[in-house]
Structures are given as C-alpha cells and as structure tokens.
C-alpha cells in the first residue's frame, strides 16, 4: 500500500432482543410521542459524507459488523477544528503503520476551551467507536451536537447530526441501545439517547444536570472530564476534574435511564480526569493534580473504595489513560510521555517505564488484537504509532500528521 504524504519517518445483540429491550425503554417512559419521532427519524433519508457508500449495518448484523470492522482495522481521528470538525479515516497496515483513507466533515464544529492550549476539549472519549453495531460518535462541541457515522471498513458515512442536549459536548458513553453524551459548560451534564438502527433519539427524561459551577475558570480544567459505562452497563461514571474534584457514579436502570443522582466520591485536590477499566472490573484513574494513578474498586451501590495509594508517574499533566489487557498506558500532555504500567490481581501497579512522544500527548486508542497503541498529541496534531511488546513496552514505529488537528481531540481504533 502507498504511504500517504502525512506520514512521516519512524523515531528510533441478537436481533429480536434488540428491538424488545428499544420498545420496552419507550414503554417504560410513555414516550408514544418519542416512538412516532423515531419511527419518522429512522425513515429520513441519511446526510451522506461519503457518496456510493453502502447503507449503514442494521442491528441484525451486529456481529458481522464487529469482525469487518476488527477486520479492516481502521483509526479514525477527530480533529476537533473549530472552523469544521472533521473526522479523519485512516488504514491500518498489518505492521500497524497507518495511511489515511478518507477525511470526513461532522456537518458541525470544534470547540476551545479556555485556557486549554493542546487539548481544546479537555476531556478523554470525545470520538467513540461502536464497533457492534458499526457505528462510530462524534462530538461537535462548537456546535452543540453529535455526529453519527456509519463505518464501512476504513470509510464513513454521516448519518445524523444530532443535539447533544447541553453546551459543549466533550464525551461519549455507550452500552447496548444506550448512547449518553457529556456536556462540559453551564454547570455540566449529560444526556441519554436510544439508538434505533443507525440513529438516535433523545430522551428528555434522561437528562441529568451535574450543578457544577459554571463561572469557575479556567475553563479547560473546571469542566468534566469523562463520562463512560461500567463493563457490566449497570452504571455510568463522570469525572469532573478541578469543578468538583469527584467522581460521580449513575445508577442506570433496566431501560437505559440513570438515576436522579450520583453517588458521589470525593476526591479533594486529585483533579480525576480520565480512566478506564482493568480486566478485574476496577476503575484506573489519572489525577491532574498529583500527576498520577489511582485505583478504585466500585461496588454495586455505585460507592467507590480506594485501592492503596495513588501511584505518580513523575510526569507533568497526567490526564488521559487507555488500557490493553493487564497493562495501562497513561498520557502526560506535559511532558510529552507515555507512562506505562501492569496491574496484577489485586489492583497494584508496576510502572513499566516512560516512552516518549511529540508535544502535547493527549487521547491514546490500543488496536482490538492489543498490539498497537496510538497516541494523539496536540502540539503539532500529530498521531505517534507503536508496537505493544509481550512485556508492554512500546516500541515507535512511525507518525502521521492528522490535518488541522493542532489542539484536537479524540481518538478511537478498530
């Protein structure tokens, strides 16, 4: 295959349960109203992105969706311009080196927060990939809305653009037929929608303020920072960084709606920012504030317990986290590092050593087999590839330029 001229040289469901659990959710909330929106919704015609692209893979077939697109190994990387976001589609090579493949608009804007420099959304989880049902989310925070994609391969399809049901979306969370949007400004929130086929409906009543204070600046650190499931969907996790120095855990009922409130640990001067989840279930967190990682075990009143101490990574703004089986690699836009670390089974980490990227390293996505990491960095909007070795030490193996990402945000792998 060709390699494509950003590249630059190497450094040394089952279908009927689907559909049953889409109209219970309706029937739980009464949403005669919502069903008919749907139905007219699902019956528009797409806003295509990429013209004599194939219609989007409908739920019954999801798991085919999964192994084309696991096949295919795409990257796709959000550019968060401000001008005109874009999405930009690039190919995997079987080395793991990527050659673009397409640039797609959103139909929306990027946004920047104040006070942020290489990471304008501040937040982890901005570009979200559904790779079940073939879908992949896009926030456009200068906009107010979200983007949905359906994925052919390493190509797009824009679907619906749709409102986030806040101001300035930064995250995405899905789990199922339930896709929930973070907004970072007036106080925070977020927003659940029910996905039918290829689109998504809003519900109002999924709605959920997170009464931060929304005078607080700056901005880029005063906002929330991640909202994702638990492995199970029984819960919805939210960070919120320096605005409430928290973490905020959702309750999600059995049709998809969270509860009226967190629960909500404190977590004074941490600043948590972004996280994932171990394959033991626990929540790896980064805390901005003494650039490190701490590991809670969440149990199923959503209450969080703290396991040892948090760990530091010696690294300046540790903020963004990404995992690969047993092994966790942290970002540290600061300095311009990776910080990796392995988890054993009772949730302590051992740091695996710091690898170095270009300026501003930001969101990070690891390739489904686990063998690939690539991490997004914002100084120059560059993405930096690497090999995960047996032991988890990553090995640089190249770098692509993402056009007008400068600051951009929003990462996700196939």
Not at 17 to 44: D, I, P
Not at 390 to 410: C, K, N, Q
């Amino acid at each position: 295959m060709p390699v494509s001229r950003d590249r630059r040289p190497a450094r040394p469901a089952h279908p009927a349960r689907s559909r049953m659990h889409a109209l219970r959710a309706f029937g739980a909330l009464g949403a005669l109203g919502a069903l008919g929106a749907a139905t007219a919704l699902v019956a528009a015609p797409a806003a295509t992105a990429a013209p004599h692209a194939p219609a989007a893979p409908a739920a019954p077939a999801a798991p085919a969706a999964t192994a084309h697109i696991h096949s295919a190994a795409p990257v796709f990387v959000q550019s968060d311009n401000p001008a005109a976001n874009t999405v930009v589609a690039y190919h995997r090579a079987a080395d793991g080196t990527l050659s673009r493949a397409g640039v797609y608009r959103t139909g929306g804007k990027g946004g920047v927060l104040d006070g942020s420099v290489v990471d304008h959304l501040a937040s982890q989880g901005s570009l979200v990939l559904d790779a079940r049902h073939g879908l992949l989310y896009a926030v456009n925070a200068g906009s107010d809305t979200v983007t949905v994609f359906a994925v052919h391969s390493d190509r797009l399809e824009r679907v619906q653009v749709i409102s986030s049901g806040g101001d300035f979306p930064v995250g995405v969370a899905v789990h199922g037929n339930a896709v929930y949007v973070l907004n970072a400004l007036d106080g925070g929130s977020i927003q659940g929608f029910l996905r039918i086929g290829d689109r998504l409906v809003r519900l109002p009543s999924w709605h959920r303020g997170l009464g931060l204070d929304p005078s607080a600046a700056p901005q880029f650190t005063h906002t929330p920072g991640q909202i994702s499931f638990t492995p199970d969907g029984t819960k919805l996790v939210v960070t919120t960084k320096a605005g409430g120095n928290s973490i905020e855990v959702f309750p999600v009922g059995p049709f998809g709606g969270p509860a009226a409130r967190p629960v909500v640990t404190a977590t004074p001067d941490a600043v948590p920012f972004g996280f994932t989840f171990d394959p033991a279930g626990r929540l790896q967190v980064t805390e901005a504030g003494p650039n490190a990682v701490a590991t809670f075990t969440l149990a199923r009143d959503g209450r969080l317990t703290q396991v040892g101490q948090p760990v530091a990574t010696g690294q300046a703004a540790t903020c963004w986290i990404v995992g690969a089986g047993d092994r966790l690699y942290a970002s540290n836009a600061g300095s311009g590092s990776l910080s990796g670390y392995t988890v054993d089974r009772h949730g302590a980490l051992s740091a695996l050593g710091d690898t170095a990227t270009d300026g501003g390293t930001v969101d990070a996505a690891v390739s489904s087999d686990g063998r690939y990491l690539y991490a997004q960095t914002g100084a120059a909007g560059v993405v930096d590839e690497f090999r995960v070795g047996r032991d988890g030490s990553l090995t640089s193996i190249g770098s692509v330029t993402v056009p007008d990402a400068v600051g951009g945000e929003g990462i996700a792998a196939g």
